[in-house]
């Protein structure tokens, strides 16, 4: 059942691609033109397309705490990064229009690299100092402009229910821009594919939405304490029943 379920997860994942290709061009044509609808009319089949994912794989989610998100400012969401559907799980349940900060490797994906683009997505090459450093201010800039973001500060996923060290690259971000931090704890991710040998499996994740935390009024060691802090909230939150 596993392996049935992977083939049309995959079938679905490609076909449905080229099939928004015409979508995905009158998305491009509304940006180009500043469509006032251009992010409604994107979120609205990217929401479709990831919301389908999900089905397939039989993925159940429960969210918490989506009252902790600041309504009047950009914010940058830190979650753990657990698996690879994390990402679905960020777009479909933040419940506001934000960017991604992703591995430059995505955008080798047909498509999804379009896609990507269009909601704002940075890409991150780590094994280049120069480009990664440009993604950064990239992704600050955008921040700055008031379009929030979720960057995993992790770098990479964890494949497991323990977290890698979280990195400091994007609290800067988020203190250079002066908008709040929102910790997002994910659990659970893992055991939809990572666990299973890269097959998909049902299972059900917990999305926990902590409160903001203020950067514009942190000092230069609070600012360095900063990752560690939101990794520990993380932990501590993940580890209530």
């Known amino acids: 059942m596993a392996l049935v379920r992977t083939i049309v997860w995959f079938c679905y994942f490609f076909g449905a691609l080229i099939a928004f290709i015409p979508v995905m061009f009158r998305a491009k044509k509304k ?136 990195k400091a690259g994007a609290f800067k971000m988020a203190c250079k821009a002066k908008v709040p931090v929102v910790p997002v704890a994910i659990d659970g991710s893992y055991r939809i594919m990572e666990a299973n040998g890269g097959l998909m499996k049902p299972a059900h994740v917990r999305v926990l939405i902590l409160p903001p935390i203020e950067t514009a009024s942190l000092d230069r060691a609070e600012q360095r304490a900063l990752p560690q802090r939101v990794a520990q909230l993380i932990a501590e939150a993940k580890s209530k029943a």
């Open 31 to 166: 940006c180009l033109a500043g469509d006032a609808d251009a992010s409604d009319y994107i979120k609205k089949y990217v929401y479709m397309w990831a919301g389908t994912l999900m089905k397939i794989a039989g993925v159940t989610v429960t969210v918490e705490g989506r009252e902790n998100i600041p309504k009047d400012t950009a914010v940058m969401f830190t979650p753990n990064h657990q698996g690879d559907y994390d990402i679905p799980l960020m777009l479909l349940y933040l419940d506001r229009p934000h960017g991604l900060v992703a591995k430059a490797e995505t955008k080798k994906i047909p498509f999804v690299r379009t896609w990507m683009t269009l909601l704002n997505c940075v890409f991150l090459d780590r094994s280049n100092p120069r480009k990664a450093m440009e993604a950064m201010r990239e992704a600050e800039a955008l921040l700055e402009r008031g379009e929030s973001m979720v960057v995993f500060p992790e770098g990479t996923r964890s494949r497991g229910d323990h977290m890698n060290e979280f």
